[in-house]
C-alpha cells in the first residue's frame, strides 16, 4: 500500500508487551497502521520454550529452551536478521513498551530512563503479576536495541484524570491515601483507541460524542467516555473489578471475602487465586473462552445458559449505568475478541434497552465482524458498532508521540 511505502520512509516501531513468562512483540507503521512483522516468545523460564514469529506471508516457529526474557529477545532480533524484515532497513525510531500500572505518577507514555524504571518498579505492589515482567522487558530490550528511544505506554493512562466521583473508593480517606487506593482502571489503551477512531470512522467531533466502549476479551471492562476523555470505569485499583469475564469474578459484595477467610479456612492468596483465576465463565461452567461455553449451552447445560445471562446481564447494567453517568450515549462500541465476535452476547447485553435509545439490528449484527460494522438500525438515537482494537498500533502512535518522529 502506497501509505504504507510513505510511512516507513518515516520510520517504525517496535511495540513489546512482556508478561511472567511471554514476550509479544510487533513491529508496526505508525502511520499505514499495517503490522509488518509479529510474534511471540512463550514458556520463557521452561524447559521447552516456544517461538513464533510471522512477516511477509511467512510464519517461523521454533521449539527451545529460553532462560529469561533477555534470552527471547535475543531470539527474536535474531529472526529478524534471519528471516526478515531487516530492523535497520526499517528505521526503527522507537520501542513502544505496553506497562500494566501507571498508578497515580503516569498520565501518559514517557521516554524511559532510570528514573521512570525506577517508578515502574515502585509500583509494582499494585500491579504485581503485571509491573515486574514489563520492566524486565523494558531493561533487556534497553540493553540490546540501547541506540534507540525506548517509550513506556500505561494501561491506566487514559484513566489518570477520571473525575474524582468515579475515581473515589468510600473508604476512610487517610488509609486509601497512604496505600494508593483508587480506581486506576486498565485497558486504557484501548479504550481510547477505540473511542476515538469510532468518532472519526462515523465522522462524528470526538470533543462532542458521549461514547461506551465495551472491552471484551478474556479481560473485560467498559468505559464512559465523554468529549474524548474517560469519565468512568469499570476496573479499579486492579483488573479484577466489573463486569464478568474469562477467569475474573468482576463486581462482588467485598464481603464474600471474609465470608471464605473466615468460613472456608481460606487464606488471602488462595481467595485471590479464586476471584482471579477460578471465577468468571471458568467458574460458572468450567471453561474460560466463550466458544465453549455456547458449545456447552448448544449441549444444554444449564449452568452455561445462566453463565451467558450472568455475563450479558452484568454488561447491560453496567451500559445502563454509563448511560446515566454521561446523560445519554451517542455511541457504544463493541471490540476485543468476545466483543468483534460474539454476535449473541452483543444482542443479549443490548436487549431490551429501545427506551433508552439503544437497538440492535439482527442482520446487522449477525457474525464476526473484522471491520467497522455498525449494527443498530438506521435512525437509532445510540449508535452501536462493532469496533476492533489496535493495541500495537495504539502503543506505536503513542511512542512517536513523545520521541517527535
Ligand atoms: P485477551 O487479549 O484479553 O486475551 P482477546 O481480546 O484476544 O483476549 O479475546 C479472547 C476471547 O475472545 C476468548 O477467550 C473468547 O472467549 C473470545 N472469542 C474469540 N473468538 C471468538 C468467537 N469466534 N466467538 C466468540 N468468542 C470468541
Redesign the pocket.
Known sequence: MSTSTTARSQGTVLVVNSGSSSIKYQLVDPAGGDAIASGLVERIGEETGAVKHVAGGTTTERELPVADHGEGLRIVLGLFDEVGPDLSAAQVIAVGHRVVQGGPVFDGPVLVDAEVERQIDELSPLAPLHNPPNLTGIRVARELLPDVPHVAVFDTAFFHHLPAAAATYAIDREVAARHHVRRYGAHGTSHQYVSHEVAAYLGRPVEQTSTIVLHL???ASASAVQGGRAVDTSMGLTPLEGLVM?TRTGDIDPAVTFHLMRNAGMSVDEVDDLLNRRSGLKGLTGE????EVHRLVDEGVEAARVAIDVYTHRIKKYVGAYAAVLGGVDVIAFT???GE??DVVRALSLAGLERLGIEVDPERNAG?KKEPTVISPDGAATTVVVFPTNEELAIARQAVAVVGA
Not at 474460560?288 to 466458544?291: H, V
Open positions: 476479551g478474556n479481560g474469562g474460560n473462552d466463550l466458544r476485543a475478541g468476545v465476535n460474539d464476526r
